[in-house]
T-cell receptor
Framework: AQKVTQAQTEISVVEKEDVTLDCVYE???????LFWYKQPPSGELVFLIR??????QNEISGRYSWNFQKSTSSFNFTITASQVVDSAVYFC?????????????FGDGTTLTVKP | EPEVTQTPSHQVTQMGQEVILRCVPI?????FYWYRQILGQKVEFLVS????????KSEIFDDQFSVERPDGSNFTLKIRSTKLEDSAMYFC???????????FGQGTRLTVV
């Protein structure tokens, strides 16, 4: 069975601080996909990144960066120089191999509050 | 940019009533999903649909729930007799063949009173 753990329920930082959101996953599949989504107060889910299990390269996109460590089953998300607009709930998700249903299992989410 | 569209954005219904939540997936997508998010909680998988049939469903998706693709473009979730605990945000998602990213709609907030 798949499981995603986001141990940090809430994080509060002051603007311009860096913040890292942790994600640890469990799966028996050898091929899987990891995602991060942002859910602003308006409620929609905004896709941020996808990473497959064979690609352990870290990725940077502007102020966002992701650290995928297969050895520790972690896929952490760092926001550099945080801004008030980054305040949202962030979900890490795991999806099984494409040939199956492809459903996603979500973590409980981390609520990030960035104060001015 | 193509997107998944859900209607209505907010639905209020009385307990025991039937509701139908509607979704228009992206046109060339073949895999469809419904997820539920109770307020303040995580997003939970309900059901996946492929080739005009359910491919997987969770334990939440009991006999009160059904899905349908009535006309080749819409994808609906029906709750036969709503309960207070069905109040949640319902997300529809679709995915293309060969691509693993699922595109989510903006959600329908269902309130059962």
């Amino acid at each position: 069975a798949q499981k995603v753990t986001q141990a940090q329920t809430e994080i509060s930082v002051v603007e311009k601080e860096d913040v890292t959101l942790d994600c640890v996953y469990e799966t028996r599949d050898t091929t899987y996909y990891l995602f991060w989504y942002k859910q602003p107060p308006s409620g929609e889910l905004v896709f941020l990144i996808r990473r497959n299990s064979f690609d352990e390269q870290n990725e940077i996109s502007g102020r966002y960066s992701w650290n995928f460590q297969k050895s520790t089953s972690s896929f952490n998300f760092t926001i550099t120089a945080s801004q008030v607009v980054d305040s949202a709930v962030y979900f890490c998700a795991l999806s099984e191999e494409m040939g199956n249903a492809g459903k996603s299992t979500f973590g409980d989410g981390t609520t990030l509050t960035v104060k001015p | 940019e193509p997107e998944v569209t859900q209607t209505p954005s907010h639905q209020v219904t009385q307990m025991g009533q039937e509701v139908i939540l509607r979704c228009v997936p992206i046109s060339n997508h073949l895999y469809f999903y419904w997820y539920r998010q109770i307020l303040g909680q995580k997003v939970e998988f309900l059901v996946s649909f492929y080739n005009n049939e359910i491919s997987e469903k969770s334990e939440i998706f009991d006999d009160q729930f059904s899905v349908e693709r009535p006309d080749g473009s819409n994808f609906t979730l029906k709750i036969r007799s709503t309960k207070l605990e069905d109040s949640a945000m319902y997300f529809c998602a679709s995915r293309k063949q060969g691509i693993t990213e699922a595109f989510f709609g903006q959600g329908t907030r269902l309130t059962v009173v």
